[in-house]
Protein backbone atom coordinates (compact mmCIF):
# COMPACT_ATOMS: atom_id res chain seq x y z
CA UNK A 1 0.00 0.00 0.00
CA UNK A 2 1.56 3.38 -0.98
CA UNK A 3 0.80 5.43 2.44
CA UNK A 4 2.00 8.24 3.72
CA UNK A 5 3.83 8.90 6.87
CA UNK A 6 1.34 9.63 10.01
CA UNK A 7 2.14 12.93 10.23
CA UNK A 8 1.09 13.83 6.65
CA UNK A 9 -2.70 13.22 7.43
CA UNK A 10 -3.61 15.13 3.82
CA UNK A 11 -2.30 12.25 1.81
CA UNK A 12 -4.49 10.16 3.82
CA UNK A 13 -6.82 9.64 1.33
CA UNK A 14 -4.03 8.06 -1.04
CA UNK A 15 -4.94 4.53 0.65
CA UNK A 16 -8.07 4.40 -0.86
CA UNK A 17 -6.82 4.82 -4.25
CA UNK A 18 -6.65 0.79 -5.06
CA UNK A 19 -10.15 0.15 -3.53
CA UNK A 20 -11.70 3.49 -5.35
CA UNK A 21 -10.01 2.39 -8.59
CA UNK A 22 -11.28 -1.02 -8.16
CA UNK A 23 -14.84 0.06 -7.41
CA UNK A 24 -14.96 2.77 -10.49
CA UNK A 25 -13.42 0.56 -13.21
CA UNK A 26 -15.17 -2.60 -12.26
CA UNK A 27 -18.73 -1.77 -10.31
CA UNK A 28 -19.70 1.91 -10.47
CA UNK A 29 -18.67 2.37 -14.22
CA UNK A 30 -19.79 -0.24 -15.94
CA UNK A 31 -23.40 -0.04 -13.83
CA UNK A 32 -23.17 3.71 -14.57
CA UNK A 33 -22.60 3.03 -18.00
CA UNK A 34 -25.63 0.81 -18.78
CA UNK A 35 -28.12 3.21 -16.94
CA UNK A 36 -26.53 5.97 -19.38
CA UNK A 37 -27.14 3.81 -22.21
CA UNK A 38 -30.90 3.58 -21.39
CA UNK A 39 -31.10 7.36 -21.95
CA UNK A 40 -28.71 7.94 -24.93
CA UNK A 41 -29.77 8.11 -28.43
CA UNK A 42 -28.71 6.49 -31.37
CA UNK A 43 -26.34 9.56 -32.12
CA UNK A 44 -25.90 10.83 -28.81
CA UNK A 45 -28.36 13.27 -26.34
CA UNK A 46 -30.69 12.30 -24.15
CA UNK A 47 -34.03 9.73 -25.48
CA UNK A 48 -36.61 8.22 -23.18
CA UNK A 49 -37.18 6.25 -26.58
CA UNK A 50 -35.52 3.38 -24.93
CA UNK A 51 -37.19 3.09 -21.58
CA UNK A 52 -40.72 3.44 -23.67
CA UNK A 53 -39.85 0.86 -25.69
CA UNK A 54 -40.46 -1.57 -22.16
CA UNK A 55 -44.02 -0.56 -22.03
CA UNK A 56 -44.58 -3.36 -25.46
CA UNK A 57 -46.94 -6.54 -23.77
CA UNK A 58 -44.02 -8.76 -23.80
CA UNK A 59 -41.77 -6.98 -22.00
CA UNK A 60 -44.26 -5.66 -19.53
CA UNK A 61 -45.71 -9.79 -19.87
CA UNK A 62 -41.90 -10.79 -18.38
CA UNK A 63 -42.09 -7.57 -15.83
CA UNK A 64 -45.31 -8.42 -14.73
CA UNK A 65 -44.19 -12.17 -14.21
CA UNK A 66 -40.72 -11.83 -12.80
CA UNK A 67 -42.46 -10.24 -10.26
CA UNK A 68 -44.56 -11.70 -9.15
CA UNK A 69 -42.61 -14.64 -9.15
CA UNK A 70 -40.37 -12.52 -6.59
CA UNK A 71 -43.29 -11.55 -4.52
CA UNK A 72 -44.58 -15.18 -4.75
CA UNK A 73 -41.40 -16.58 -3.20
CA UNK A 74 -40.45 -13.94 -0.51
CA UNK A 75 -43.72 -13.93 0.62
CA UNK A 76 -43.93 -17.55 1.17
CA UNK A 77 -40.22 -18.00 2.57
CA UNK A 78 -40.97 -15.20 4.27
CA UNK A 79 -43.80 -16.79 6.35
CA UNK A 80 -42.28 -20.52 6.26
CA UNK A 81 -39.14 -18.88 7.58
CA UNK A 82 -40.74 -16.82 10.38
CA UNK A 83 -42.73 -20.28 10.98
CA UNK A 84 -39.14 -22.30 11.61
CA UNK A 85 -37.70 -19.14 13.16
CA UNK A 86 -39.94 -19.13 15.89
CA UNK A 87 -40.13 -22.58 16.84
CA UNK A 88 -36.69 -22.87 17.37
CA UNK A 89 -36.58 -19.63 18.93
CA UNK A 90 -39.92 -18.96 21.15
CA UNK A 91 -41.44 -22.68 20.35
CA UNK A 92 -39.56 -24.33 22.98
CA UNK A 93 -38.12 -27.20 20.86
CA UNK A 94 -35.03 -28.74 22.22
CA UNK A 95 -31.88 -26.58 21.87
CA UNK A 96 -29.59 -29.25 19.75
CA UNK A 97 -31.75 -28.32 16.71
CA UNK A 98 -30.96 -24.79 16.39
CA UNK A 99 -27.39 -25.29 15.65
CA UNK A 100 -27.45 -27.85 12.67
CA UNK A 101 -30.60 -25.98 11.62
CA UNK A 102 -28.33 -22.77 11.25
CA UNK A 103 -26.03 -24.63 9.76
CA UNK A 104 -28.07 -25.70 7.17
CA UNK A 105 -29.45 -22.57 6.36
CA UNK A 106 -26.31 -21.12 5.67
CA UNK A 107 -25.67 -24.32 3.44
CA UNK A 108 -29.40 -23.91 1.52
CA UNK A 109 -29.14 -20.11 1.09
CA UNK A 110 -25.83 -20.76 -0.95
CA UNK A 111 -26.94 -23.03 -3.09
CA UNK A 112 -28.86 -22.06 -5.78
CA UNK A 113 -27.91 -21.05 -9.22
CA UNK A 114 -27.99 -24.31 -11.88
CA UNK A 115 -27.41 -27.10 -9.49
CA UNK A 116 -30.46 -26.52 -7.65
CA UNK A 117 -32.43 -26.46 -10.62
CA UNK A 118 -30.83 -30.23 -11.31
CA UNK A 119 -32.34 -31.06 -7.75
CA UNK A 120 -35.96 -30.30 -8.64
CA UNK A 121 -35.49 -31.87 -11.63
CA UNK A 122 -35.06 -34.69 -10.23
CA UNK A 123 -37.40 -34.65 -7.56
CA UNK A 124 -40.69 -33.16 -8.82
CA UNK A 125 -39.72 -33.31 -12.66
CA UNK A 126 -41.76 -35.66 -14.73
CA UNK A 127 -39.22 -38.54 -13.73
CA UNK A 128 -38.67 -37.23 -10.15
CA UNK A 129 -38.46 -38.68 -7.08
CA UNK A 130 -41.52 -37.53 -6.14
CA UNK A 131 -43.79 -37.37 -8.83
CA UNK A 132 -42.97 -41.05 -9.58
CA UNK A 133 -43.67 -41.74 -6.28
CA UNK A 134 -47.00 -40.38 -6.15
CA UNK A 135 -48.52 -41.40 -9.14
CA UNK A 136 -46.69 -44.94 -8.29
CA UNK A 137 -47.97 -45.43 -4.99
CA UNK A 138 -51.20 -43.40 -4.67
CA UNK A 139 -51.95 -43.25 -8.67
CA UNK A 140 -51.70 -39.29 -8.45
CA UNK A 141 -50.43 -38.46 -11.64
CA UNK A 142 -49.34 -34.34 -10.74
CA UNK A 143 -48.27 -33.45 -14.39
CA UNK A 144 -52.06 -34.22 -15.73
CA UNK A 145 -53.37 -32.38 -12.90
CA UNK A 146 -51.76 -29.25 -14.08
CA UNK A 147 -48.84 -29.14 -12.26
CA UNK A 148 -44.93 -28.23 -14.24
CA UNK A 149 -41.61 -27.67 -12.85
CA UNK A 150 -41.20 -25.18 -15.78
CA UNK A 151 -43.95 -22.87 -14.67
CA UNK A 152 -44.88 -20.23 -12.11
CA UNK A 153 -45.62 -22.15 -9.42
CA UNK A 154 -42.57 -24.45 -9.98
CA UNK A 155 -40.08 -21.89 -9.86
CA UNK A 156 -41.58 -19.87 -6.81
CA UNK A 157 -41.30 -23.75 -5.10
CA UNK A 158 -37.72 -23.95 -6.14
CA UNK A 159 -36.56 -20.57 -5.73
CA UNK A 160 -38.35 -21.02 -2.17
CA UNK A 161 -35.24 -23.73 -1.02
CA UNK A 162 -33.10 -20.28 -0.79
CA UNK A 163 -35.56 -18.17 0.30
CA UNK A 164 -36.39 -19.75 3.44
CA UNK A 165 -32.99 -20.31 4.62
CA UNK A 166 -32.27 -16.83 4.06
CA UNK A 167 -35.88 -15.82 6.15
CA UNK A 168 -34.37 -18.00 8.88
CA UNK A 169 -30.59 -16.56 8.86
CA UNK A 170 -32.00 -12.93 9.01
CA UNK A 171 -34.80 -13.38 11.40
CA UNK A 172 -34.03 -15.62 14.20
CA UNK A 173 -31.50 -12.66 15.74
CA UNK A 174 -34.34 -10.13 15.67
CA UNK A 175 -36.58 -12.97 17.82
CA UNK A 176 -33.61 -13.70 20.01
CA UNK A 177 -33.86 -9.99 21.26
CA UNK A 178 -37.31 -9.90 21.96
CA UNK A 179 -36.98 -10.06 25.91
CA UNK A 180 -38.17 -12.30 28.22
CA UNK A 181 -38.99 -9.28 30.43
CA UNK A 182 -41.20 -7.72 27.86
CA UNK A 183 -43.75 -10.93 27.68
CA UNK A 184 -43.54 -11.26 30.98
CA UNK A 185 -44.31 -7.56 31.60
CA UNK A 186 -47.00 -8.36 29.23
CA UNK A 187 -48.37 -11.55 31.25
CA UNK A 188 -48.25 -9.43 34.67
CA UNK A 189 -50.39 -6.65 32.91
CA UNK A 190 -53.09 -9.24 31.42
CA UNK A 191 -52.50 -10.28 28.31
CA UNK A 192 -53.24 -13.29 26.73
CA UNK A 193 -50.45 -14.89 24.30
CA UNK A 194 -52.54 -13.35 21.59
CA UNK A 195 -52.56 -9.87 22.58
CA UNK A 196 -48.55 -9.90 23.25
CA UNK A 197 -47.99 -11.23 19.79
CA UNK A 198 -50.19 -9.04 18.54
CA UNK A 199 -49.38 -5.51 20.43
CA UNK A 200 -45.55 -6.28 21.70
CA UNK A 201 -43.70 -8.89 19.42
CA UNK A 202 -45.45 -7.95 16.16
CA UNK A 203 -44.84 -4.20 16.72
CA UNK A 204 -41.09 -4.98 17.03
CA UNK A 205 -40.32 -6.77 14.52
CA UNK A 206 -42.32 -5.67 12.06
CA UNK A 207 -39.28 -3.38 9.66
CA UNK A 208 -37.23 -6.58 10.58
CA UNK A 209 -39.99 -8.91 8.61
CA UNK A 210 -41.13 -6.12 5.95
CA UNK A 211 -37.53 -5.60 5.30
CA UNK A 212 -36.67 -9.05 4.72
CA UNK A 213 -39.35 -9.56 2.46
CA UNK A 214 -37.94 -6.72 0.57
CA UNK A 215 -34.14 -8.12 0.23
CA UNK A 216 -35.61 -11.64 -0.54
CA UNK A 217 -37.82 -10.16 -2.75
CA UNK A 218 -34.74 -8.80 -4.88
CA UNK A 219 -33.06 -12.25 -4.16
CA UNK A 220 -35.53 -13.86 -6.42
CA UNK A 221 -35.53 -10.93 -8.92
CA UNK A 222 -31.85 -10.84 -10.19
CA UNK A 223 -31.25 -14.61 -10.01
CA UNK A 224 -30.68 -16.15 -13.88
CA UNK A 225 -29.00 -19.69 -13.37
CA UNK A 226 -31.80 -21.22 -11.62
CA UNK A 227 -34.20 -20.12 -13.97
CA UNK A 228 -31.96 -20.56 -16.70
CA UNK A 229 -31.33 -24.15 -16.07
CA UNK A 230 -34.92 -25.30 -15.41
CA UNK A 231 -36.43 -23.77 -17.95
CA UNK A 232 -34.15 -23.20 -20.65
CA UNK A 233 -36.06 -19.54 -22.19
CA UNK A 234 -39.10 -20.80 -22.00
CA UNK A 235 -40.19 -18.93 -19.59
CA UNK A 236 -39.74 -15.39 -20.13
CA UNK A 237 -38.97 -13.48 -16.77
CA UNK A 238 -36.77 -10.39 -17.31
CA UNK A 239 -33.38 -11.74 -16.26
CA UNK A 240 -33.42 -14.52 -19.05
CA UNK A 241 -34.80 -11.67 -21.78
CA UNK A 242 -31.56 -10.24 -20.93
CA UNK A 243 -29.65 -13.15 -21.10
CA UNK A 244 -30.55 -14.02 -24.42
CA UNK A 245 -30.42 -10.22 -25.34
CA UNK A 246 -27.11 -10.57 -24.68
CA UNK A 247 -26.32 -13.73 -26.15
CA UNK A 248 -27.58 -12.29 -28.98
CA UNK A 249 -30.40 -15.17 -29.68
CA UNK A 250 -32.87 -11.86 -30.23
CA UNK A 251 -32.01 -9.72 -33.02
CA UNK A 252 -33.63 -6.28 -31.89
CA UNK A 253 -32.71 -2.79 -30.77
CA UNK A 254 -29.58 -2.95 -29.09
CA UNK A 255 -30.81 -0.54 -26.68
CA UNK A 256 -33.62 -2.71 -25.34
CA UNK A 257 -30.88 -4.45 -23.74
CA UNK A 258 -29.95 -1.10 -21.58
CA UNK A 259 -33.17 -0.45 -20.92
CA UNK A 260 -33.98 -3.99 -19.30
CA UNK A 261 -31.06 -3.45 -17.38
CA UNK A 262 -31.68 -0.10 -16.17
CA UNK A 263 -35.32 -1.92 -15.43
CA UNK A 264 -33.65 -4.15 -13.13
CA UNK A 265 -31.64 -2.38 -11.69
CA UNK A 266 -34.91 0.13 -10.70
CA UNK A 267 -36.90 -2.78 -9.20
CA UNK A 268 -33.84 -4.55 -7.19
CA UNK A 269 -32.80 -0.80 -6.08
CA UNK A 270 -36.40 -0.20 -4.87
CA UNK A 271 -36.21 -3.68 -2.62
CA UNK A 272 -32.68 -2.68 -1.61
CA UNK A 273 -33.47 0.71 -0.30
CA UNK A 274 -36.29 -0.39 1.34
CA UNK A 275 -34.58 -3.40 3.11
CA UNK A 276 -31.75 -1.13 4.69
CA UNK A 277 -34.73 1.80 5.64
CA UNK A 278 -36.35 -0.85 7.48
CA UNK A 279 -33.12 -2.44 9.03
CA UNK A 280 -32.09 0.95 10.28
CA UNK A 281 -35.20 1.14 12.09
CA UNK A 282 -35.48 -2.30 13.32
CA UNK A 283 -32.14 -1.86 14.98
CA UNK A 284 -33.42 0.88 17.13
CA UNK A 285 -34.81 -2.40 19.14
CA UNK A 286 -31.34 -5.13 18.74
CA UNK A 287 -29.07 -3.85 21.28
CA UNK B 1 -47.13 -24.70 26.29
CA UNK B 2 -47.93 -27.85 24.85
CA UNK B 3 -50.36 -26.68 21.93
CA UNK B 4 -47.58 -24.44 20.93
CA UNK B 5 -44.75 -27.11 21.05
CA UNK B 6 -46.43 -28.80 19.19
CA UNK B 7 -46.92 -25.97 16.49
CA UNK B 8 -43.37 -25.33 16.64
CA UNK B 9 -42.51 -29.48 15.90
CA UNK B 10 -44.52 -28.93 12.83
CA UNK B 11 -43.10 -26.28 11.56
CA UNK B 12 -39.81 -28.01 11.95
CA UNK B 13 -41.31 -30.91 10.22
CA UNK B 14 -42.56 -29.49 7.11
CA UNK B 15 -39.72 -27.74 6.60
CA UNK B 16 -37.13 -30.26 7.18
CA UNK B 17 -39.38 -32.46 4.54
CA UNK B 18 -39.58 -29.65 2.05
CA UNK B 19 -35.57 -29.12 2.45
CA UNK B 20 -34.57 -33.60 2.25
CA UNK B 21 -36.86 -34.07 -0.53
CA UNK B 22 -35.33 -32.51 -3.17
CA UNK B 23 -31.57 -33.79 -1.68
CA UNK B 24 -33.05 -37.64 -1.79
CA UNK B 25 -34.31 -36.82 -4.75
CA UNK B 26 -31.49 -35.61 -6.57
CA UNK B 27 -29.72 -38.32 -4.48
CA UNK B 28 -31.48 -40.89 -5.82
CA UNK B 29 -31.90 -40.01 -9.33
CA UNK B 30 -27.59 -39.97 -9.71
CA UNK B 31 -27.55 -43.39 -8.56
CA UNK B 32 -30.47 -44.60 -10.82
CA UNK B 33 -28.34 -44.92 -14.17
CA UNK B 34 -27.62 -48.60 -14.39
CA UNK B 35 -31.05 -49.71 -15.28
CA UNK B 36 -32.56 -51.50 -12.48
CA UNK B 37 -29.75 -51.28 -9.82
CA UNK B 38 -28.31 -48.29 -7.52
CA UNK B 39 -24.88 -47.97 -8.86
CA UNK B 40 -22.31 -44.59 -8.99
CA UNK B 41 -22.29 -45.28 -12.68
CA UNK B 42 -23.10 -41.28 -12.83
CA UNK B 43 -20.40 -40.42 -10.50
CA UNK B 44 -17.34 -42.96 -12.47
CA UNK B 45 -19.02 -41.09 -15.74
CA UNK B 46 -18.86 -37.27 -14.37
CA UNK B 47 -15.52 -37.95 -12.89
CA UNK B 48 -13.99 -39.44 -15.87
CA UNK B 49 -15.17 -36.48 -18.50
CA UNK B 50 -11.77 -34.41 -19.37
CA UNK B 51 -14.20 -31.80 -19.70
CA UNK B 52 -15.16 -32.19 -16.10
CA UNK B 53 -11.62 -32.18 -15.04
CA UNK B 54 -10.90 -28.77 -16.90
CA UNK B 55 -13.64 -26.81 -16.21
CA UNK B 56 -13.85 -27.63 -12.40
CA UNK B 57 -10.52 -26.69 -12.02
CA UNK B 58 -10.97 -23.42 -13.64
CA UNK B 59 -13.15 -22.84 -11.33
CA UNK B 60 -11.24 -23.50 -8.29
CA UNK B 61 -8.64 -21.83 -10.01
CA UNK B 62 -11.27 -18.51 -10.60
CA UNK B 63 -12.10 -19.01 -6.73
CA UNK B 64 -8.42 -18.85 -5.08
CA UNK B 65 -7.71 -15.95 -7.45
CA UNK B 66 -10.89 -13.74 -6.13
CA UNK B 67 -10.45 -14.92 -2.66
CA UNK B 68 -6.45 -13.39 -2.98
CA UNK B 69 -7.71 -10.18 -5.05
CA UNK B 70 -10.47 -9.62 -2.55
CA UNK B 71 -8.18 -9.98 0.18
CA UNK B 72 -5.39 -7.39 -1.35
CA UNK B 73 -7.93 -4.87 -2.26
CA UNK B 74 -10.51 -4.89 0.43
CA UNK B 75 -8.45 -5.96 3.73
CA UNK B 76 -5.93 -2.75 3.56
CA UNK B 77 -9.14 -0.42 2.71
CA UNK B 78 -11.25 -1.90 6.02
CA UNK B 79 -7.86 -1.00 8.25
CA UNK B 80 -7.10 2.11 6.17
CA UNK B 81 -10.52 3.53 7.15
CA UNK B 82 -10.85 2.00 10.90
CA UNK B 83 -7.58 3.30 11.34
CA UNK B 84 -7.54 6.98 9.56
CA UNK B 85 -10.77 7.38 7.73
CA UNK B 86 -13.16 6.57 9.52
CA UNK B 87 -15.75 9.15 7.67
CA UNK B 88 -15.54 7.13 4.79
CA UNK B 89 -17.11 4.44 6.03
CA UNK B 90 -20.35 5.41 4.79
CA UNK B 91 -19.44 5.59 1.76
CA UNK B 92 -17.09 2.64 1.43
CA UNK B 93 -20.56 0.40 3.31
CA UNK B 94 -22.45 2.00 0.42
CA UNK B 95 -20.19 0.65 -2.34
CA UNK B 96 -19.39 -2.26 -0.74
CA UNK B 97 -23.22 -3.57 -0.83
CA UNK B 98 -23.77 -2.38 -4.14
CA UNK B 99 -23.27 -5.66 -5.94
CA UNK B 100 -26.16 -6.96 -3.79
CA UNK B 101 -28.34 -3.69 -5.80
CA UNK B 102 -27.10 -4.18 -9.24
CA UNK B 103 -27.78 -8.18 -10.38
CA UNK B 104 -24.99 -9.88 -11.86
CA UNK B 105 -26.10 -10.08 -15.14
CA UNK B 106 -26.19 -6.15 -15.36
CA UNK B 107 -22.86 -5.85 -14.53
CA UNK B 108 -21.45 -8.08 -16.99
CA UNK B 109 -23.40 -6.45 -19.61
CA UNK B 110 -21.37 -3.47 -18.61
CA UNK B 111 -18.76 -5.22 -18.61
CA UNK B 112 -19.37 -6.32 -22.07
CA UNK B 113 -20.13 -3.24 -23.31
CA UNK B 114 -17.58 -1.18 -21.59
CA UNK B 115 -14.91 -3.30 -22.24
CA UNK B 116 -15.36 -5.00 -25.56
CA UNK B 117 -13.07 -4.91 -28.42
CA UNK B 118 -13.57 -1.38 -29.83
CA UNK B 119 -13.35 0.25 -26.17
CA UNK B 120 -10.72 2.08 -24.66
CA UNK B 121 -9.43 -1.10 -23.04
CA UNK B 122 -10.53 -4.04 -25.46
CA UNK B 123 -10.07 -6.56 -22.20
CA UNK B 124 -12.70 -8.80 -23.74
CA UNK B 125 -10.73 -9.42 -26.94
CA UNK B 126 -8.13 -11.63 -25.68
CA UNK B 127 -8.39 -14.96 -23.30
CA UNK B 128 -5.99 -14.03 -20.23
CA UNK B 129 -8.09 -10.15 -20.48
CA UNK B 130 -11.56 -12.18 -20.17
CA UNK B 131 -10.19 -14.14 -17.06
CA UNK B 132 -9.17 -10.79 -15.34
CA UNK B 133 -12.67 -9.63 -16.23
CA UNK B 134 -14.22 -12.81 -14.95
CA UNK B 135 -11.89 -12.11 -11.51
CA UNK B 136 -12.53 -8.57 -11.62
CA UNK B 137 -16.27 -9.78 -11.54
CA UNK B 138 -16.14 -12.54 -9.41
CA UNK B 139 -14.04 -9.75 -6.38
CA UNK B 140 -17.55 -8.01 -7.26
CA UNK B 141 -19.86 -10.28 -6.36
CA UNK B 142 -17.88 -11.22 -3.17
CA UNK B 143 -17.58 -7.76 -2.30
CA UNK B 144 -20.57 -7.46 0.38
CA UNK B 145 -19.77 -10.98 2.61
CA UNK B 146 -15.66 -9.90 2.15
CA UNK B 147 -16.12 -6.50 3.55
CA UNK B 148 -18.35 -7.37 5.68
CA UNK B 149 -16.13 -10.51 7.44
CA UNK B 150 -13.32 -8.42 7.71
CA UNK B 151 -14.47 -5.30 9.00
CA UNK B 152 -16.11 -7.45 11.79
CA UNK B 153 -12.75 -8.98 12.25
CA UNK B 154 -11.31 -5.42 12.77
CA UNK B 155 -13.79 -4.75 15.36
CA UNK B 156 -12.47 -7.20 17.69
CA UNK B 157 -8.73 -6.02 17.66
CA UNK B 158 -7.60 -2.94 18.67
CA UNK B 159 -6.25 -1.51 15.68
CA UNK B 160 -4.71 2.08 16.47
CA UNK B 161 -2.99 0.46 19.19
CA UNK B 162 -1.22 -2.45 17.04
CA UNK B 163 -0.27 -0.19 14.36
CA UNK B 164 1.33 2.45 17.04
CA UNK B 165 3.48 -0.11 18.36
CA UNK B 166 4.08 -1.94 15.20
CA UNK B 167 5.41 1.72 13.98
CA UNK B 168 7.22 2.36 17.31
CA UNK B 169 9.15 -0.73 16.57
CA UNK B 170 9.82 0.28 13.28
CA UNK B 171 7.71 -1.65 11.08
CA UNK B 172 6.46 -0.27 7.52
CA UNK B 173 2.97 -0.49 6.31
CA UNK B 174 3.34 -3.59 4.50
CA UNK B 175 4.91 -5.03 7.29
CA UNK B 176 1.89 -3.99 9.75
CA UNK B 177 -0.46 -5.08 6.86
CA UNK B 178 1.14 -8.46 6.43
CA UNK B 179 1.89 -9.54 9.95
CA UNK B 180 0.00 -7.72 12.64
CA UNK B 181 -3.52 -7.38 10.75
CA UNK B 182 -4.04 -9.62 8.25
CA UNK B 183 -2.33 -12.73 11.42
CA UNK B 184 -5.25 -10.78 13.34
CA UNK B 185 -8.22 -11.34 10.85
CA UNK B 186 -7.40 -14.30 9.56
CA UNK B 187 -10.40 -15.63 10.78
CA UNK B 188 -12.64 -13.60 9.63
CA UNK B 189 -10.70 -13.55 6.17
CA UNK B 190 -11.19 -17.52 6.13
CA UNK B 191 -15.09 -17.28 6.53
CA UNK B 192 -14.87 -14.73 3.84
CA UNK B 193 -12.96 -16.89 1.88
CA UNK B 194 -15.11 -19.95 2.14
CA UNK B 195 -18.11 -18.15 1.34
CA UNK B 196 -16.68 -16.49 -1.78
CA UNK B 197 -15.55 -20.05 -2.68
CA UNK B 198 -18.96 -21.62 -2.42
CA UNK B 199 -20.27 -18.71 -4.85
CA UNK B 200 -18.08 -18.78 -7.39
CA UNK B 201 -17.70 -22.42 -7.92
CA UNK B 202 -20.95 -22.73 -9.48
CA UNK B 203 -21.48 -19.66 -10.36
CA UNK B 204 -23.17 -19.28 -14.11
CA UNK B 205 -24.35 -15.56 -15.38
CA UNK B 206 -20.72 -14.44 -15.60
CA UNK B 207 -18.81 -17.09 -16.52
CA UNK B 208 -21.33 -17.85 -19.51
CA UNK B 209 -21.88 -14.48 -20.96
CA UNK B 210 -17.97 -13.66 -20.54
CA UNK B 211 -17.48 -17.45 -22.57
CA UNK B 212 -15.05 -18.62 -20.22
CA UNK B 213 -14.65 -22.51 -19.80
CA UNK B 214 -15.73 -22.72 -16.20
CA UNK B 215 -17.88 -24.91 -14.24
CA UNK B 216 -21.04 -23.35 -14.10
CA UNK B 217 -21.82 -23.33 -17.81
CA UNK B 218 -20.38 -27.09 -18.57
CA UNK B 219 -23.39 -27.67 -15.42
CA UNK B 220 -26.04 -26.04 -17.68
CA UNK B 221 -24.95 -27.76 -20.72
CA UNK B 222 -24.40 -31.12 -19.50
CA UNK B 223 -27.94 -30.36 -17.85
CA UNK B 224 -29.55 -29.47 -21.15
CA UNK B 225 -28.09 -32.58 -22.78
CA UNK B 226 -27.83 -35.98 -20.30
CA UNK B 227 -30.29 -37.14 -17.27
CA UNK B 228 -28.97 -38.68 -14.58
CA UNK B 229 -24.60 -36.70 -14.72
CA UNK B 230 -26.27 -33.40 -13.59
CA UNK B 231 -27.54 -34.83 -10.22
CA UNK B 232 -24.50 -36.50 -9.71
CA UNK B 233 -22.98 -32.72 -9.96
CA UNK B 234 -26.02 -31.35 -8.15
CA UNK B 235 -24.99 -33.82 -4.83
CA UNK B 236 -21.14 -33.31 -5.46
CA UNK B 237 -21.56 -29.25 -5.74
CA UNK B 238 -23.78 -29.76 -2.71
CA UNK B 239 -20.87 -31.23 -0.84
CA UNK B 240 -18.49 -28.17 -1.73
CA UNK B 241 -21.20 -25.70 -0.31
CA UNK B 242 -21.43 -27.79 2.60
CA UNK B 243 -17.83 -27.98 3.00
CA UNK B 244 -17.41 -24.62 2.70
CA UNK B 245 -19.87 -23.80 5.33
CA UNK B 246 -18.35 -26.32 7.83
CA UNK B 247 -14.71 -24.93 7.47
CA UNK B 248 -16.44 -21.75 8.48
CA UNK B 249 -17.96 -22.91 11.29
CA UNK B 250 -14.98 -24.45 12.35
CA UNK B 251 -12.48 -21.71 12.21
CA UNK B 252 -15.14 -19.53 13.73
CA UNK B 253 -15.16 -22.46 17.01
CA UNK B 254 -11.30 -22.20 16.60
CA UNK B 255 -11.11 -18.80 16.92
CA UNK B 256 -13.17 -18.42 20.10
CA UNK B 257 -11.43 -20.66 22.09
CA UNK B 258 -8.00 -19.20 21.41
CA UNK B 259 -9.34 -15.47 22.07
CA UNK B 260 -7.73 -14.17 25.47
CA UNK B 261 -10.43 -14.22 27.87
CA UNK B 262 -10.80 -10.39 28.70
Redesign the interface.
Known sequence: ?A?PA?TA?SW??L??L??TL??L???????M??VV?AFRAEGGGFTLDHVMNLFTPSILAAFSISIRISLASAFLGCV?GF??A???TV???PGW?RGP?L??S???S??A????????????GR????TVFLREWFGINIYALGFNLLSFWGLTLTY??FQ?PLMILIVTPALDGLRREWREAAEVLGAS?AQYWWMVAFPILWPTLLGTLALLF?NA??A??TA??LT?SSLSIV?IV??AQ??GDVLQDPHI?YAL?FG??VV??IG?AFY?WMRSRAERWIK | MKPSRIWAWLALAVGALYFALPLIGTIEFSLRMRRGVYSFDAYRAVLSDPQFRATFSFSVFMALMTIVLGVLVIAPTAYWVRLKLPRWRPIVEFITLLPLVVPPIVLVFGYIRLYNTSSWLPLTGTAGGTNLLLLAGYTVLALPYMYRAVDTGLRTIDVATLTEAAQSLGAGWITIMARIILPNIMVAILSGAFLTFAIVIGEFVLAALLNRPAFGPYLQVLGANRAYEPAALAVITFAITWACMGLIQLVTRLQKHTQVPR
Open positions: MAPRAWGMPFFAMFLLVPTFIGIAVCSIGGLILTFGVANFGVPLAFAFLATLLGLVLFIRAFGVAYAGPLFIRGAMITGNI
